[in-house]
């Protein structure tokens, strides 16, 4: 009997086809369920926002002076609020509006200029004391949340990373931040002060310095600077306990300073520090440490911020009449104002 192969050939085809189809419905299906999955990560990230926000904006609070506006983070139970020293200026006391909407009268406890912070207390503790994290477990990459007052516009947020950790910014007026938080988070007027914290909530950072942007001379997008939460922890606690630092961890040469265009000049040299102690003279222009450039009162204290009490540089100096010298001089700390 003669037979024909059509009705494989045709079999084949459909099973082929039901194959296909099959296939198809399968991709469909994972690509559905991929779309299910990344959108419940997205509302379970938005979530996280949402509870760190609430979790977080009790504890920060907005300060007003005459000369403006800035933010604080409620430190403690007993009513103590840490913020920048330039939010709080030379004033001694504010008025402090709470999250709540509630206007108390703070009181400054004290100040330590060179690390831009200070203590304000309020005659309330019933507020809500923030949680501060270990900043040294940081990483590059981690989530950060800016929460203050920017531009007077009260308890807004902002997102972004840790972008780099240990830098050490000027911010002029001879306050160097030393070992500072670099995040993408915006950082705006009024955030100074205020609150950088982690996916949980807890506080890695005061928000204190956006980067400027040399050739546009506005503020650089995406650049913020915050003070480390375990610096902070430091020398509030210190303000707080004896009304200034006793132990600042920062080094300190012992003179006062001017920008000469070409160096850095000395103005006035204290007595028994380590610039008296090294023959440091009025009229010497410090042009280098430890061969890095000081064309600046800016440069020399970030330069110097990369060291610590107990070590020994060599300053690049030249003196009034032309002549050049290298001088060595073991750091000091620097010393809080009682």
């Given at each position: 009997m003669k037979r024909t192969r059509l009705p494989l050939v045709i079999l084949a085809a459909a099973a082929c086809i039901a194959v296909l189809v099959g296939f198809a419905s399968g991709r469909a299906a994972k690509s559905t369920q991929a779309t299910q999955s990344s959108a419940n990560t997205g509302v379970a990230l938005q979530n996280t926002f949402v509870s760190v926000f609430k979790k977080v904006s009790p504890s920060v609070v907005q300060i007003q002076t005459p000369e403006g506006l800035g933010s604080g983070i409620v430190f403690d139970s007993k009513g103590d609020i840490v913020t920048n020293d330039h939010v709080v200026s030379t004033y001694k006391t504010f008025t402090v509006l709470t999250s709540?909407?509630?206007?108390?009268?703070?009181?400054?406890?004290?100040?330590?200029?060179?690390?831009?912070?200070?203590?304000?207390?309020?005659?309330?503790?019933?507020?809500?004391?923030?949680?501060?994290?270990?900043?040294?477990?940081?990483?590059?990459g981690d989530i950060a949340m800016a929460i203050g007052n920017p531009l007077g516009l009260a308890s807004s947020v902002t997102e972004g990373i840790v972008s780099a950790l240990g830098r050490n910014e000027s911010e002029g007026n001879d306050v160097t931040l030393v070992g500072a938080i670099q995040t993408s988070a915006a950082i705006n007027p009024g955030?100074?002060?205020?609150?950088?914290?982690?996916?949980?909530?807890?506080?890695?950072?005061?928000?204190?310095?956006?980067?400027?942007?040399?050739q546009l001379g506005g503020a650089a997008a995406g650049i913020g600077f915050a003070i480390p939460s375990n610096t902070v922890k430091s020398i509030a606690s210190q303000?707080?306990?004896?009304?200034?630092?006793?132990?600042?961890?920062?080094?300190?040469?012992?003179?006062?300073?001017?920008?000469?265009g070409n160096g850095v000049y000395v103005a006035s040299v204290k007595a028994k520090t380590p610039a008296a102690q090294a023959g440091l003279k009025v009229g010497d222009v410090i042009t280098a440490v430890d061969g890095t450039p000081t064309p600046t009162s800016n440069d020399l204290g970030t330069v110097l911020a990369g060291y610590k009490p107990g070590q020994t540089?060599?300053?690049?100096?030249?003196?009034?009449?032309?002549?050049?010298?290298?001088?060595?001089?073991?750091?000091?700390?620097?010393p809080g104002t009682p």
């Open positions: 709540t909407g509630k206007r108390l009268t703070g009181k400054l406890v004290g100040d330590f200029p060179p690390d831009d912070l200070a203590v304000i207390e309020v005659p309330d503790t019933n507020l809500q004391p923030a949680r501060f994290a270990n900043s040294s477990n940081l990483q590059v955030n100074s002060g205020g609150a950088l914290v982690d996916i949980v909530g807890n506080v890695i950072g005061i928000p204190t310095l956006a980067a400027t942007d040399p303000i707080i306990e004896h009304g200034h630092v006793v132990n600042s961890g920062r080094p300190y040469i012992g003179i006062t300073i001017g920008d000469t540089v060599t300053l690049s100096i030249t003196h009034q009449s032309g002549a050049k010298a290298k001088i060595k001089v073991t750091l000091g700390q620097y």
